[in-house]
């Protein structure tokens, strides 16, 4: 354990950019930050840490997940974790890790039986949060277009409480191609949209054979998904709410379809 006493150590320089999303960028790394996502870092094993710096009180609550002969472990006190973040950081914990290789959704992807397939959702919140839905309901890989929010973004991290860690993805420009590509004939392609047009995601859920793969299409919030994307899917499915409320939240409605794909396949 390195003891930490000073901003300018040049030991924890990197860590004066974790509220930098574009010099992480730059630098290929991202962020992890507090006690629980840590763990569930160092738990995943798939990613190369470069190095953590804790607080006295968390190093105490984390001693046994922390490896010093995997990486840097540096110590110090709140206030000068709080300077060199740069804003009021409380969660006693950061890590910095290296971002992974661009991997080939095609090879990666081929066992998954379950694939979210995100479109234009930029809300690191709700990126998060369909991670976390994902590894809570069966969902088994994340497909995401170049419009979509980082889920290697701190607070996109943090929303998913790590899961993005677990759950593989891929960020691709050619989204449709690619789902075309993942799409055989062994699979449904579901577009979740709340056009009355629709079919009843229980009447999906129930008609499809349990052995079938399925892509599930979600899209952003207000926009929803493209009459591209929409066109592409074998069915579209909707989920029936209260008369005078136009939308669910995109995590609310992903989880719902996949309950219900989960429930069906049982």
């Not at 910095?96 to 039986?113: E, G, K, M, N, Q």
């Not at 008609?207 to 079938?212: F, I, K, P, T, V």
């Not at 709410?241 to 069906?264: C, M, T």
Request: net charge negative.
């Amino acid at each position: 354990m390195i003891q930490i006493a000073h901003l300018d150590d040049p030991r924890v320089a990197d860590f004066a950019h974790v509220g930098d999303p574009s010099w992480l960028r730059q630098h290929n790394v991202f962020v992890a930050e507090g006690r629980l996502v840590v763990r569930r870092l160092f738990e995943a094993g798939s990613f190369s840490v470069r190095s953590v710096l804790v607080t006295p009180a968390a190093l105490a609550a984390m001693r046994d997940a922390l490896d010093p002969e995997r990486c840097p472990v540096h110590v110090c006190e709140q206030q000068t974790m709080n300077d060199l973040a740069g804003f009021n950081f409380h969660r006693g914990c950061l890590a910095i890790a290296d971002r992974p290789p661009a991997i080939d959704p095609l090879a990666r992807f081929a066992d998954a039986r379950c694939v979210l397939a995100l479109e234009g959702i930029g809300n690191p919140d709700n990126v998060g949060g369909l991670f976390r839905a994902a590894a809570a309901l069966g969902g088994e890989a994340v497909l995401l277009d170049g419009r979509c929010a980082d889920p290697l973004y701190r607070k996109a991290i943090r929303t998913s409480m790590g899961a993005a860690f677990r759950i593989p993805f891929a960020i691709v420009d050619a989204w449709l191609p690619t789902i075309h590509a993942l799409a055989g004939e062994d699979t449904d392609v579901v577009a979740l949209t709340p056009h009355p047009s629709a079919k009843r995601l229980a009447d999906v859920a129930r008609d499809r054979a349990a052995e079938r793969r399925v892509i599930l299409m979600l899209g952003a919030e207000g926009a929803g998904l493209s009459n591209e994307a929409i066109e592409a899917a074998t069915v579209s499915a909707r989920i029936p709410i209260a008369p005078g409320i136009d939308s669910l939240n995109v995590v609310v409605a992903a989880g719902i379809a996949l309950a219900a794909f989960a429930r069906a396949g049982d």
